[in-house]
């Protein structure tokens, strides 16, 4: 099992530096993307290729190819603290649960919110690529389809 799951590390970086994944092409006139999903298991693993293989990768085989790495756990936890509420999500979770602290940062978590910041974080409008990672991370608080 585990030579399988290298065996789809290892076609991540041609999959990224594809003409089809770069051009759009096959997306229906939609913005394109590509899902690496994986086992949570293997999230060191992921994380270490990302850093190590990937993003070198990249820059060597795609020298002009501009491309930025978000980490979508990050950015929510940073903007529950800027806005003050991540401890009193953390406190609300204790006391009443996760479906009570889920509702209240239902509005604070939307997903076109978080997107345009996301888009002004990395500059994302003179990107070719965007890599989002920490995505399981965020399940329930935010879906990313």
Not at 68 to 96: H, P, S, W, Y
Request: with cysteine.
């Amino acid at each position: 099992m585990k030579a399988l799951f290298e065996d789809r590390l290892n076609q991540v970086l041609p999959r990224l530096a594809s003409p089809d994944v770069l051009d759009n092409r096959g997306a229906g006139g939609e913005i394109g993307f590509w899902i690496f999903d994986y086992p949570a298991e293997h999230e060191m693993q992921v994380r270490s290729w990302l850093t190590n293989v990937i993003e070198p990768g990249l820059r060597k085989q795609k020298p002009n190819l501009r491309f930025a790495t978000v980490d979508l756990f990050d950015c929510v936890i940073n903007l529950l603290e800027e806005r003050g509420l991540l401890a009193k999500a953390l406190e609300m979770q204790m006391k009443q649960g996760d479906e009570a602290v889920l509702k209240s940062l239902r509005s604070v978590l939307k997903e076109d919110r978080l997107a345009a910041r996301i888009v002004d974080l990395v500059g994302a409008t003179d990107l070719d690529l965007l890599i989002i990672k920490g995505v399981g991370a965020v399940i329930p608080m935010l879906r990313t389809h």
